[in-house]
């Protein structure tokens, strides 16, 4: 089946160290997104590529990177990881209006 | 700009009671409109969508009407069933062509059945 993978689906980092989350799909969308959600919140959007072109949201700290080698990966890159950014980290994707999201990555900050 | 309104909750249910979780929006022309489903630890389903006025989309006993007239969204299911505790969210894109399908979410809205 078509899908959106996320891995690893659990992540401990350090406080400071940097972190890595990957995301694929075969969906052959020309959209990803990665968002981040924290506890009893809704999904907040950080940046999306379209195609390659990279959308950073207003409020999203420098801190949070992202790369998209190719269309099927997208990678969120956490320079420093604070205990502020222990979340889940969600990557979607789309062609047209339907966002179709992956399982996610749960992130633990110690 | 765009916005999306939902029931808060929780809301709390027994098997096969009926359910309905309102939701209003804000949004210039005619926006797509979508009910997500998360269940704990997972990411976010699509449950179903309308693209224009009058649609209802459906899937799995829920159905939701896109009402132009009252800005209104509302998801409901006739009977459900303990495995349909999850949080729902509202969610919007905004009208026209273009390339920006950014979500806008309503807060969620927790949903516990009990047997």
């Known amino acids: 089946d078509a899908m959106v993978i996320q891995n690893p689906r659990y992540q401990v980092t350090q406080f400071g160290k940097p972190v890595t989350l990957s995301c694929s799909q075969t969906?052959?969308?020309?959209?990803m997104y990665w968002y981040q959600q924290k506890s009893s919140q809704a999904p907040k959007l950080l940046f999306h590529?379209?195609?390659?072109?990279?959308?950073n949201e207003a409020d999203t700290p420098d801190n949070f990177q992202s790369r998209r080698p190719n269309t099927s990966f997208c990678f969120l890159d956490i320079r420093s990881p604070g205990l502020g950014d222990a979340a889940m980290y969600l990557c979607?994707?789309?062609?047209?209006?339907?966002?179709?999201f992956g399982p996610g990555t749960r992130l633990t900050v110690l | 700009g765009d916005s999306v309104t939902q029931m808060e909750g929780p809301v709390t249910l027994s098997e096969e009671a009926f359910l309905t979780i309102n939701c209003t929006y804000t949004?210039?022309?005619?926006?797509?409109l979508f009910w997500y489903v998360q269940y704990p630890g997972e990411g976010l389903q699509l449950l179903l969508k309308?693209?224009?006025?009058?649609d209802k989309g459906s899937n799995k006993g829920f159905e939701a009407t896109y009402r132009k007239e009252t800005t209104s969204f509302h998801l409901e299911k006739g009977s459900v069933q303990v495995s349909d505790s999850a949080v729902y969210f509202c969610?919007?894109?905004?009208?026209?062509?273009?390339?920006?399908?950014?979500?806008?979410f309503g807060k969620g809205t927790l949903l516990t059945v009990n047997p």
């Open positions: 979607a994707t789309s062609r047209g209006h339907t966002q179709y």
């Open positions: 969906l052959n969308h020309n959209v």
């Open positions: 590529y379209y195609d390659k072109d990279f959308n």
């Open positions: 949004a210039t022309g005619y926006p797509s």
């Open positions: 309308a693209t224009k006025a009058d």
């Open positions: 969610a919007l894109t905004p009208g026209g062509g273009g390339s920006n399908y950014k979500l806008t």
